[in-house]
């Protein structure tokens, strides 16, 4: 019989990415070759959902310390429900020690004032993603998902590249010495800054490659974006609300007594925003160096006959690909016709446009 080659195990693993914990296991018992390919796998980026499981996989970590230095990538979403004993605790304070850590997930109670635990965290020179979870505390009456960032905390992981914050409050403390960051990407997911600016997270000088915040108005986020663009360097900007009025003002008009100068954006998306002729405008002249625009609203005020006009007076140059909500609020709402993007259609060609009606 011939043998098998061993260098089509990894091959092999990699060639699916849904493979159930089960076959692995069966898997790893097929060789020592197989076993080892296998641990990598099941051991790269464990997701655990309650105390117990802490303890089993930090007692299994102890027991074979050559595994601790496989987990990258380590998810803990412990529900309230599952309160645990000093040694599960224990248990979390041992994984979160972990070295070697490229990501972190925190989430359900230890989502809650999370500083406290990022405290535990050892892999420091590492870590390069964080995100901290709250959506498993989104119905609970006893506790709300948190975190204090500092400027301890923003100097204690100087790797970080990756923020996320979903569904929880944020209080931001100032800084005392401003240090421009470089952000790969900063998300902001039903998350209410409570206490302090966003400029103090994006300190100014620093650079921004992606900046996405959904919020339930503008209200919440307006100021702050409007002094983070005016500040930092935002390559991509992704910004949905869920309420959004005609009188709402808008994050893209300059602020009194600032000079209305232009943005570096390059992909600009706005969600469920009013969008009328005076936004088009500010666009127009913030944004020379746009490349890419998702306009997605039942609120935008603008014809597609506007639309065409818009593009063939020469705004956005470096526009390459566009994509809008197929229809104008007049009001109301009114859906476009096929003839109405079609001609639409001719007119981005023109320029060169990537035009994809949504």
């Known amino acids: 019989m011939m043998d098998f080659p061993e260098d089509l195990i990894p091959v092999i693993l990699e060639s699916n990415h849904h493979w159930w914990e089960r076959d692995l296991t069966r898997l790893a018992l097929v060789s020592p070759a197989w076993l080892y ?11 655990l959902y309650s105390f117990a499981a802490c303890s089993l996989l930090a007692r299994t970590l102890q027991s ?16 309230c429900t599952s309160y645990g004993s000093p040694q599960d605790r224990l248990a979390v304070r041992m994984l979160l020690g972990l070295r070697g850590l490229r990501s972190l997930v925190l989430g359900g109670e230890l989502a809650v004032r999370s500083e406290r635990f990022l405290g535990f965290v050892i892999a420091v020179d590492t870590l390069e993603k964080l995100h901290i979870d709250g959506r498993l505390l989104k119905t609970s ?32 403390n100032p800084i005392s010495s401003p240090v421009s960051l470089h952000w790969d990407e900063l998300i902001l997911d039903d998350a209410s800054i409570v206490n302090g600016f966003l400029l103090h997270l994006v300190p100014e000088g620093s650079t ?21 663009l005016g500040s930092s360097n935002v390559h991509s900007l ?13 994050f893209l008009e300059p602020r009194e007594l600032e000079s209305p100068h232009a943005l570096r954006l390059c992909h600009l998306e706005l969600h469920g925003l009013h969008i009328d002729h005076g936004i088009l405008s500010t666009i127009r002249q913030r944004f020379h160096e746009i490349e890419e625009l998702v306009v997605s609203s ?58 994809l009606p949504l």
């Open 208 to 228: 921004v490659k992606s900046l996405y915040v959904r919020a339930t108005n503008v209200s919440e986020y307006d100021e702050h974006i409007q002094m983070v």
């Open 298 to 355: 039942r609120l935008i005020c603008v014809s597609p006959e506007d639309w065409g006009a818009y593009f063939m007076s020469g705004a956005l140059p470096s526009l390459r690909t566009l994509r809008l909500t197929r229809g104008t609020n007049q009001p109301p709402y009114q859906p476009w016709s096929a003839n109405e993007v079609r001609v639409l259609d001719e007119m981005a060609s023109l320029r060169r446009i990537d035009f």
């Open 141 to 172: 009456l006893a506790s709300r998902a948190s975190i204090e960032w500092s400027e301890d905390l923003a100097f204690r992981l100087p790797n970080l590249k990756s923020l996320r914050l979903t569904e929880l409050d944020i209080d931001i």
């Open 64 to 79: 074979n310390p050559c595994l601790a230095c496989l987990v990258h990538e380590l998810a803990l979403q412990l529900t």
């Open 37 to 47: 390919h296998v641990r990598r796998r099941l051991y790269a980026a464990p997701s």
């Open 238 to 250: 992704k910004y949905e609300v869920g309420k959004a009025s005609p009188s709402d003002s808008s």
